[in-house]
């Protein structure tokens, strides 16, 4: 079973960037779109970007369109999210999983926590 570990969460100020990294055990990391997700509290978990397996094509929530980027290093196992221009309402627990053959994303990491402060 995949194993995912999310890092690189914090407290940043309003405006400020962080870039979170999510490695992946296993050989097969290189064949699945891997995406991010975010749960704020009292909310529902909620889609902010997806990559597909070779990178070369990316989708985001219209929320984070244009201050945040997905890319991946199938190499190192890894898929990044770099943010940029945080507001306080991206606040949440951010999730990558891995989507399968049939579109479900079927493994989740622990969540890292971010924090922007107003």
């Known amino acids: 079973q995949v194993q995912l570990v999310e890092s690189g969460g914090g407290l940043v100020q309003a405006g400020g960037s962080l870039r979170l990294s999510c490695a992946a055990s296993?050989?097969?990391?290189?064949?699945?779109?891997m995406g991010w997700f975010r749960q704020a509290p009292g909310k529902e978990r909620e889609f902010v970007s997806s990559?597909?397996?070779?990178?070369?094509?990316?989708a985001y929530a219209s929320s984070v369109k244009g201050r945040f980027t997905i890319s991946r290093d199938n190499a190192k196992n890894t898929v990044y999210l770099q943010m940029n221009s945080l507001k306080p309402e991206d606040t949440a627990v951010y999730y990558c999983?891995?989507?399968?053959?049939?579109?479900?994303?079927?493994?989740w990491g622990q969540g890292t926590q971010v924090t922007v402060s107003s």
């Open positions: 999983a891995r989507r399968n053959q049939i579109g479900q994303y079927d493994a």
């Open positions: 296993g050989r097969t990391f290189s064949t699945y779109v």
């Open positions: 990559i597909s397996s070779s990178g070369g094509s990316t």
